[in-house]
């Protein structure tokens, strides 16, 4: 039992997390199947267990809350999660079922973060020491990316939020755990090298006196022509104020990329970032309630399309391929999430 080992990939999408998961798989641990197939947003592979992503989905429809959510009070929503016998149940069946054919099991998912506390209940009734590891992005960069792959459905300042809310919580919630945090561009540029770090922070059997040339196969899939975004704020539509607080969250985040950098000092220093934020986005709140109010409105209480409008609208969505038709239901699913829970 002491032998095996669960790493939970966890943090903000669109910062390495793909690549790290991957880099897993081939030094040997292992990435349930099936896995959400490659696209182009990621030819690579995305390292996702489908049965994993589609759990997470279902609980985060449940309770209206999204995986880019810049809400801080959205925490609550998913936090309840692991009081519920039945998802635990399911959670701890599937997870015992990965650890009947390995010792070392590699769990990524950008929506992870939001139900912590299940995974770690599941994970302590089953015995399994967990471990989590973040990677860090500049955020512009990691903003920049997710536009490029998956549209305008959210705005650029609106992911600027986001990352400040996954990150700082993300940083909080691992805070009493075995936990490492991994650069990106360290990542990419030797790879072995930061792994084995990460495996030491983690104590990780696995990947110590890591030898890079028993790997030739990840060399070939760490690519550092996959670094294609290398951006600032200049030409992003993000204010000015949430600009500046995610620079300087971005900045206290770095020593704990370093073995002695996690220190009281530093955490103090990332409460109160993670205080000003709140503090920030609840002034956002107050400021924009007009517009809140008057959207809500317009979504639910205007009147009624013509049923001619009705009809072209449904023939253009089911005429769309695939994908656009996916992301369509994103945008519908995270606009009725922003309306909350409607009277009956």
Not at 176 to 185: H, K
């Amino acid at each position: 039992m002491s032998a095996r080992r669960l790493v939970l990939v966890v943090g903000v999408g669109r910062s390495g997390t793909s690549v790290l998961a991957g880099i897993l798989g081939h030094v040997g641990f292992q990435i349930p199947q099936p896995e959400v197939r490659a696209d182009s947003t990621n030819p690579r592979g995305f390292g996702e267990p489908r049965w994993v992503v589609e759990l997470h989905e279902r609980l985060m429809r449940e309770r209206r809350v999204t995986v880019n959510d810049a809400r801080p009070a959205a925490w609550a929503s998913t936090r309840d999660v692991a009081d519920v016998a039945a998802v635990r149940a399911e959670l701890r069946g599937w997870l015992a079922s990965q650890f009947r054919t390995a010792d070392a099991v590699v769990v990524k998912d950008p929506r992870t973060v939001w139900f912590l506390d299940l995974w770690r209940r599941c994970a302590d009734e089953l015995g399994i020491p967990i471990g989590f590891a973040t990677m860090l992005r500049h955020p512009a960069e990691s903003l920049t990316s997710a536009v490029a792959a998956y549209g305008i459905e959210q705005t650029e300042a609106s992911r600027a939020a986001a990352w400040l809310n996954v990150i700082l919580e993300t940083e909080r919630a691992t805070r009493d755990a075995p936990r490492a945090f991994l650069r990106y561009e360290a990542l990419l540029r030797d790879w072995a090298a930061e792994t084995a770090r990460a495996g030491a922070e983690l104590d990780l059997p696995l990947l110590a006196d890591l030898d890079r040339a028993r790997f030739p196969a990840v060399d070939a899939f760490v690519d550092p022509t996959l670094h294609r975004v290398r951006v600032r704020w200049e030409g992003l539509d993000v204010p000015a104020s949430v600009r500046a607080l995610a620079d300087d969250v971005w900045e206290r985040l770095q020593p704990l990329t370093r073995p002695d950098g996690d220190t009281a000092t530093l955490r103090a220093g990332l409460d109160d970032a993670r205080a000003a934020y709140v503090r920030l986005y609840g002034d956002a709140e107050a400021i924009a309630q007009p517009s809140i109010t008057a959207a809500v409105a317009a979504a639910g209480g205007g009147a009624a399309r013509p049923p001619l409008a009705r009809r072209l609208a449904v023939g253009v969505v089911r005429r769309l391929p695939t994908p656009y038709r996916r992301r369509l239901r994103r945008v519908v699913r995270s606009l009725r999430a922003s309306r909350g829970p409607q009277p009956g």
